[in-house]
């Protein structure tokens, strides 16, 4: 079945770095774009980033741009976020999310979430 | 970027009866809208995408409908089980967006 883990959340002071992970199986990985989604606790969805399914085009929020990365490795099923200059306000659980097959951008298996607390 | 606005944030409802949640785009975004239901402490789970096409294995009693700039996801008759938050995404232009959801109560 399909499955998406997201690792590498935790606590981290402001201005420093964190590398998220997002390890994929049950499903033709080479093939299928996928996105980061954040929440911020009590609030709603917030789209993050999308990388195409052969890394060739990249998108972001205006709140993650220049400071978040986003890239893949096909031969290991994984997708990597890379948040860079990070502030109190990119707290949130982090989603990784497949882009639903034959659609543009719907978004139909998601992980469980990892968070991130930015504090000092 | 395109706003989305939901439209109530809360709705109190009852088993059995319809409800009907709207999402309007700042601007126009074709068919390119999806719905999710999400649940506390869960990942949010997608309903509905290009508009009105009804993801597998979701209950039918599940629609949604709209183009252009606006929307709407119908739940025909209530179940215990529909009581959650609902979102709209739209992906017609990068960055995709969400509007800030709907929390459906029980009356």
């Known amino acids: 079945q399909v499955q998406l883990a997201e690792s590498g959340g935790g606590v981290v002071q402001p201005g420093r770095s964190l590398r998220l992970s997002c390890a994929a199986s049950?499903?033709?990985?080479?093939?299928?774009?996928i996105h980061w989604v954040r929440q911020a606790p009590g609030k709603g969805l917030e789209w993050v980033a999308v990388?195409?399914?052969?890394?060739?085009?990249?998108h972001y929020a205006d709140s993650v741009k220049g400071r978040f990365t986003i890239s893949r490795d096909n031969s290991r099923n994984t997708v990597l976020l890379q948040m860079n200059s990070l502030r109190a306000e990119d707290t949130a659980v982090y989603y990784c999310?497949?882009?639903?097959?034959?659609?543009?951008?719907?978004?139909?298996?998601w992980g469980q979430g990892t968070l991130v607390a930015v504090s000092s | 970027d395109i706003q989305m606005t939901q439209s109530p944030s809360t709705l109190s409802a009852s088993v059995g009866d319809r409800v009907t949640i709207t999402c309007r785009a700042s601007?126009?975004?074709?068919?390119?809208l999806a719905w999710y239901q999400q649940k506390p402490g869960k990942a949010p789970k997608l309903l509905i995408y290009?508009?009105?096409s009804l993801e597998t294995a979701v209950p039918s009693r599940f629609s949604g409908s709209g183009s252009g700039t606006e929307f709407t996801l119908t739940i025909s008759s209530l179940q215990p089980d529909d009581f959650a938050t609902y979102f709209c995404?739209?992906?017609?232009?990068?960055?995709?967006?969400f509007g800030q959801g709907t929390k459906l109560e029980i009356k």
């Open positions: 999310v497949r882009q639903r097959r034959r659609d543009s951008g719907s978004l139909d298996y």
């Open positions: 049950g499903f033709t990985f080479s093939i299928s774009g």
């Open positions: 990388i195409w399914y052969d890394g060739s085009q990249k």
């Open positions: 601007q126009t975004i074709s068919s390119w």
């Open positions: 290009k508009a009105s």
């Open positions: 995404q739209q992906y017609n232009t990068f960055p995709n967006t």
